[in-house]
C-alpha cells in the first residue's frame, strides 16, 4: 500500500499561515492526483483542494479560494497547502489523499489512500 506521511499542523492565531506538506512512499502514476480534505469535531469530511499529476489542473473548495494554495514537487513526490488568512473555522484534523485510477475529483468515495491526518488549530 501507498503510504502517506503528512506534516506541518500546528496551533496558531487567526489571520496566520501554516504549511502542511505530503510524502508518498511510492513514485509511480497511480499514486496521482493528491487532494486534501479536512473534518472538524461534529461535522463530515470535506474537500479543501486537488491537484492533479503534471500540477496544471487544480481546484477548491469555496471557503479556501483565495486563501489556500495547493502545489506539488513531482521530483520529491511531495505535495503541499500553504494556508493563509487562517480562520476559527479552519480548524480541523487534515488530511493528505491519493486516487489510484488518476481522477481530479472532490468526493472522498473516490481516494484510495489516506495520510494519517494533521491537526489544525486557528483561534480567534
Known amino acids: 500500500q501507498v503510504q502517506l506521511v503528512e506534516s506541518g499542523g500546528g496551533l496558531v492565531q487567526a489571520g496566520g499561515s501554516l504549511r502542511l506538506s505530503c510524502t508518498a512512499s511510492?513514485?509511480?502514476?497511480?499514486?496521482?492526483?493528491r487532494a486534501w480534505f479536512r473534518q472538524a469535531p461534529g461535522k463530515e469530511r470535506e474537500f479543501v483542494a486537488v491537484?492533479?499529476?503534471?500540477?496544471?489542473?487544480?481546484d477548491y473548495a469555496d471557503p479556501v479560494k483565495g486563501r489556500f494554495t495547493i502545489s506539488r514537487d513531482n521530483a520529491d513526490n511531495t505535495v503541499y497547502l500553504q494556508m493563509n488568512s487562517l480562520k476559527p473555522e479552519d480548524t480541523a484534523v487534515y488530511y493528505c489523499?491519493?486516487?489510484?485510477?488518476?481522477?481530479?475529483?472532490?468526493?472522498?468515495?473516490?481516494?484510495?489512500?489516506w495520510g494519517q491526518g494533521t491537526q489544525v488549530t486557528v483561534s480567534s
Open positions: 489523499a491519493v486516487d489510484k485510477r488518476g481522477r481530479v475529483s472532490p468526493l472522498p468515495g473516490d481516494y484510495d489512500y
Open positions: 491537484i492533479s499529476r503534471s500540477g496544471g489542473l487544480t
Open positions: 511510492v513514485r509511480t502514476s497511480n499514486t496521482y492526483p
